[in-house]
């Protein structure tokens, strides 16, 4: 069993330590069933870490909720999408009925591959004191590697708890943009490319090379190790669980 960022600062505490040494990221899935669709696959991803502590257990530092949709099928793809609080609506612009919408499949040239499924990434999260280690990156390479043998990735790039504000001043909206504009690149490191017909939305159909070189580029990240203060332990936030 995973030990928590707060349980893992109680270890240090008790064995008179100050700090405390990550290594070895790993990634843990689960399936959710939050919905009762036949087309709709509810995930979760669990970011571990390795610490040095004897006989202690792995932290949890990160975690990725994420859902795949066969395509296809008798459901309508906007019920697939309910569980994204509302996003939906974004992204159901990119499907036709069951099936991707025409843009898209020209854009990745699926038509001449089967696409049966769709991988979407939601929310991807790292504890504060481990990002700049592109450990959120390889997260999402590793979930599209493990769970997408083929089909499409699409995702939208929106920064958590920035719902929009209507009456939202300009600097607002300027930082929301500069917001999504890092989100978007950060997320293109693991192989997704704006979609031509949604340029707010990314995609990467498995049918190209992209996706595998970027998480042979991510690769290296499987050998962080970073070592994290008491204060950081005990100030840090703990990832999202898969009922949050």
Do not use: K
């Not at 979760?44 to 990725?64: P, Q, R, Y």
């Not at 499409?152 to 909206?173: G, H």
């Not at 204060?231 to 009922?243: F, V, Y």
């Amino acid at each position: 069993m995973s030990l928590s960022l707060a349980a893992v600062a109680d270890l240090v505490e008790t064995e008179g330590r100050g700090s405390v040494v990550l290594l070895s990221p790993r990634v843990q899935f689960r399936s959710v069933g939050h919905s009762d669709l036949d087309a709709c696959l509810d995930w979760f991803a669990e970011l571990t870490m390795t610490v040095d502590i004897d006989d202690a257990d792995d932290v949890v530092v990160g975690s990725l909720d994420f859902t795949v949709i066969r395509l296809g099928t008798e459901d309508p793809i906007a019920l697939c999408l309910d569980p994204f609080d509302g996003d939906h609506e974004m992204l159901a612009g990119l499907f036709d009925g069951n099936q991707l919408a025409g843009q898209v499949e020209e854009q990745y040239e699926t038509l001449a591959v089967i696409t049966e499924a769709v991988l979407i990434p939601n929310i991807a999260f790292v504890t504060e004191p481990l990002r700049g280690h592109d450990l959120g990156a390889w997260l999402v390479a590793e979930t599209i590697h493990r769970m997408l043998p083929t089909g499409i990735v699409l995702m939208w790039p929106y920064p958590v708890l920035s719902d929009p504000d209507p009456d939202a001043d300009p600097a607002q909206i300027a930082a929301l943009d500069h917001a999504i504009g890092r989100l978007s690149d950060h997320f293109g490191r693991c192989g997704l490319t704006p979609v031509e017909s949604a340029p707010w939305a990314l995609g990467m159909s498995t049918a190209f090379e992209a996706l595998p070189a970027a998480r042979s580029r991510l690769g290296a990240v499987r050998n962080t190790t970073v070592s994290l203060t008491l204060d950081q332990l005990r100030s840090a936030s703990p990832p999202p669980a898969p009922d949050d």
